[in-house]
């Protein structure tokens, strides 16, 4: 079972990236590179005392570093949506239907 403060980081990223997919102003993408990238980050940095460097966890880093604002991975228009849908995807199934080493 997910912590309540985790479901609720994770229902807002996915609701960021979900309009995402949608045009928004430039700032929007800025906002939501710095949210998906810290969650990312915040998923990994919790999971890794149980597993290290699972699949789940390298995913989770490759996410952080797709979405990091910093350092700007630069793709089209096309690539960032079927990534977000990629990522939606890879967080509902990491967050609700994943089951763990450990309970």
Not at 51 to 65: D, K, P, Q, W
Not at 68 to 87: C, M, Q, S, Y
Request: net charge positive.
């Amino acid at each position: 079972m997910m912590h309540k403060v985790t479901t609720n980081l994770t229902l807002f990223s996915v609701c960021l990236l979900v309009l995402g997919l949608f045009p928004m102003p430039y700032g929007y993408y800025t906002l939501l590179r710095l949210c998906v990238c810290g969650y990312a980050g915040y998923v990994f940095y919790l999971r890794y005392q149980q597993e290290r460097f699972s699949f789940v966890n390298i995913v989770l880093i490759l996410i952080a570093f797709l979405y990091n604002p910093i350092i700007k991975v630069g793709f089209e228009r096309d690539v960032w949506l079927f990534i977000n849908l990629a990522t939606i995807f890879f967080i509902l199934y990491c967050a609700f239907f994943y089951k763990r080493g450990k309970k």
